[in-house]
């Protein structure tokens, strides 16, 4: 079955780095789409990042100039790396694929 499993999430000061990885069995990686997500307590999920099976992201406005997500799809991991982090960045970071399949999620803190 498909299995999803984030990591790399933690607690940050205001201007750093994370990197977030996604690990993914269960289906033929190579041939989909996979984004990221991120969701604060009480509001819904919000798209951050998406990478074709060929490797073109796209970014909300948001996030871009400061996420950037790559996959690598040998290991079926996708990552998302986050540089000058703000606390509003603050969330449970989740990964997705199509067909309505979610990770657990990582929490992300991002101190002032």
């Known amino acids: 079955q498909v299995q999803l499993w984030e990591s790399g999430g933690g607690l940050v000061q205001s201007g750093g780095s994370l990197r977030l990885s996604c690990e993914a069995s269960?289906?033929?990686?190579?041939?989909?789409?996979m984004s990221w997500y991120r969701q604060v307590l009480g509001k819904e999920r919000e798209l951050v990042a998406t990478?074709?099976?060929?490797?073109?992201?796209n970014y909300p406005d948001s996030v871009k100039g400061r996420f950037a997500m790559s996959r690598d799809n040998d290991k079926k991991t996708v990552y998302l790396q986050l540089t000058n982090l703000k606390p509003e960045d603050t969330a449970v970071y989740y990964c997705?694929?199509?067909?309505?399949?979610w990770g657990r999620g990582t929490q992300v803190t991002v101190s002032s």
């Open positions: 990478i074709s099976p060929a490797g073109n992201s």
């Open positions: 997705y694929r199509s067909g309505g399949f």
């Open positions: 269960g289906f033929t990686f190579s041939s989909y789409t």
